[in-house]
């Protein structure tokens, strides 16, 4: 597996001492370089204003920062740090909270920043943290478009497979983050597949010119797991089209699931949902399924009807679970989680 090399500030802002998370946001007041600013008004504001070029300085030393939400609720961050001790990271790490239901998430190196956002989520004491990419627009009332996500090029020419090579095929789409194993050791010379941080909120080419204009060639691009984003709302899990705040009459059907008599949301009646399960752990069923509305987090269920065996499609997905929903009207497009032995990613199908 090969990630590129980090020159990154943040390097120098771990030193395996123990500080503080405002030191660390601080950094070392000797090498901050004095900031050009000027104190004005802007729309009938007081303002700060400098540069789009100071951001990027003051950005900098946080390329390597990613953000933890938690839906639904958060353990507190003495579990949470020594959470990231148990992974065992190559490099040093700081977790602090932005606000009750995101943290920061400090990286020291490229190699622990990969492995982190490829998996896009962790479970932390039986919680739910999503991880978001922080950028220096990074509002916690949205989502950040930019996912993990690998992209694969089927058949790709033998000499091809050099790491310089597959990197500039990837940053056509976004930043190369690792090559696997495989494509590394031209083991599986078939498909060469990069891990990239791809903005999901575009549409992207499936096919790209390699080589001289005399004697290149189409190569295929293919995209795996591709994250579903709603570009209205700036939140993972639904589409514009299943937006409950660009669509308010879809909330209407959500009250099918909910029983006036009880506000306990147990035993509440859920919809007819047709489920494939990409990964399908032994017992699967033994335990109760939890419906979420994506858009209030709001607990429909933690049951659902019978569900049909024949629906259900067995494949590796990282020791997680999977769970893609079909034929669903929108408004009761909810999120499922599956409360089983293993941990459980859950997305929506991109029709």
């Given at each position: 597996?090969?990630?590129?090399?980090?020159?990154?500030?943040?390097?120098?802002?771990?030193?395996?001492?123990?500080?503080?998370?405002?030191?660390?946001?601080?950094?070392?007041?000797?090498?901050?370089?004095?900031?050009?600013?000027?104190?004005?008004?802007?729309?009938?504001?007081?303002?700060?204003?400098?540069?789009?070029?100071?951001?990027?300085?003051?950005?900098?030393?946080?390329?390597?920062?990613?953000?933890?939400?938690?839906?639904?609720?958060?353990?507190?961050?003495?579990?949470?740090?020594?959470?990231?001790?148990?992974?065992?990271?190559?490099?040093?790490?700081?977790?602090?909270?932005?606000?009750?239901?995101?943290?920061?998430?400090?990286?020291?190196?490229?190699?622990?920043?990969?492995?982190?956002?490829?998996?896009?989520?962790?479970?932390?004491?039986?919680?739910?943290?999503?991880?978001?990419?922080?950028?220096?627009?990074?509002?916690?009332?949205?989502?950040?478009?930019?996912?993990?996500?690998?992209?694969?090029?089927?058949?790709?020419?033998?000499?091809?497979?050099?790491?310089?090579?597959?990197?500039?095929?990837?940053?056509?789409?976004?930043?190369?983050?690792?090559?696997?194993?495989?494509?590394?050791?031209?083991?599986?010379?078939?498909?060469?597949?990069?891990?990239?941080?791809?903005?999901?909120?575009?549409?992207?080419?499936?096919?790209?010119?390699?080589?001289?204009?005399?004697?290149?060639?189409?190569?295929?691009?293919?995209?795996?797991?591709?994250?579903?984003?709603?570009?209205?709302?700036?939140?993972?899990?639904?589409?514009?089209?299943?937006?409950?705040?660009?669509?308010?009459?879809?909330?209407?059907?959500?009250?099918?699931?909910?029983?006036?008599?009880?506000?306990?949301?147990?035993?509440?009646?859920?919809?007819?949902?047709?489920v494939k399960i990409v990964d399908q752990p032994q017992n699967a069923l033994n335990e109760d399924v939890m419906v979420v509305n994506p858009s209030s987090e709001e607990v429909f269920s933690t049951v659902l009807p019978p569900l049909n065996l024949n629906n259900f499609v067995s494949t590796n997905c990282d020791d997680n679970l999977a769970i893609v929903v079909h034929n669903v009207d929108p408004s009761n497009f909810d999120v499922l989680?599956?409360?089983?032995?293993?941990?459980?990613?859950?997305?929506?199908?991109?029709?």
């Amino acid at each position: 597996m090969t990630t590129p090399s980090s020159s990154n500030p943040v390097s120098s802002s771990f030193d395996g001492k123990s500080r503080s998370f405002r030191d660390v946001l601080a950094g070392s007041s000797s090498s901050n370089p004095k900031l050009p600013f000027v104190q004005s008004s802007f729309k009938g504001c007081p303002a700060l204003l400098f540069e789009d070029s100071v951001v990027d300085l003051l950005a900098a030393p946080y390329a390597l920062t990613l953000v933890g939400k938690f839906v639904l609720r958060r353990p507190n961050l003495d579990v949470i740090r020594k959470f990231f001790v148990s992974l065992k990271l190559s490099g040093s790490f700081h977790v602090g909270l932005l606000d009750q239901r995101h943290v920061a998430i400090q990286l020291a190196n490229d190699l622990d920043y990969s492995r982190i956002f490829a998996r896009r989520s962790y479970y932390i004491q039986a919680c739910q943290m999503r991880l978001l990419k922080w950028t220096p627009d990074f509002d916690v009332r949205e989502e950040s478009p930019i996912a993990p996500v690998w992209i694969s090029f089927p058949n790709l020419r033998l000499h091809f497979f050099n790491h310089q090579i597959l990197f500039g095929l990837a940053s056509i789409f976004g930043r190369p983050l690792q090559t696997d194993q495989a494509t590394a050791s031209v083991s599986h010379p078939s498909m060469a597949w990069v891990l990239i941080e791809l903005d999901v909120s575009k549409k992207h080419p499936t096919e790209i010119w390699i080589g001289s204009e005399m004697k290149g060639y189409f190569q295929k691009v293919e995209f795996e797991n591709l994250p579903i984003f709603c570009s209205f709302c700036k939140m993972h899990g639904h589409g514009v089209n299943q937006c409950f705040r660009k669509n308010p009459n879809l909330r209407a059907g959500k009250n099918i699931l909910k029983n006036s008599n009880d506000s306990d949301p147990v035993g509440k009646t859920a919809p007819n949902i047709d489920v494939k399960i990409v990964d399908q752990p032994q017992n699967a069923l033994n335990e109760d399924v939890m419906v979420v509305n994506p858009s209030s987090e709001e607990v429909f269920s933690t049951v659902l009807p019978p569900l049909n065996l024949n629906n259900f499609v067995s494949t590796n997905c990282d020791d997680n679970l999977a769970i893609v929903v079909h034929n669903v009207d929108p408004s009761n497009f909810d999120v499922l989680q599956l409360k089983l032995n293993t941990n459980c990613n859950i997305e929506q199908p991109n029709d």
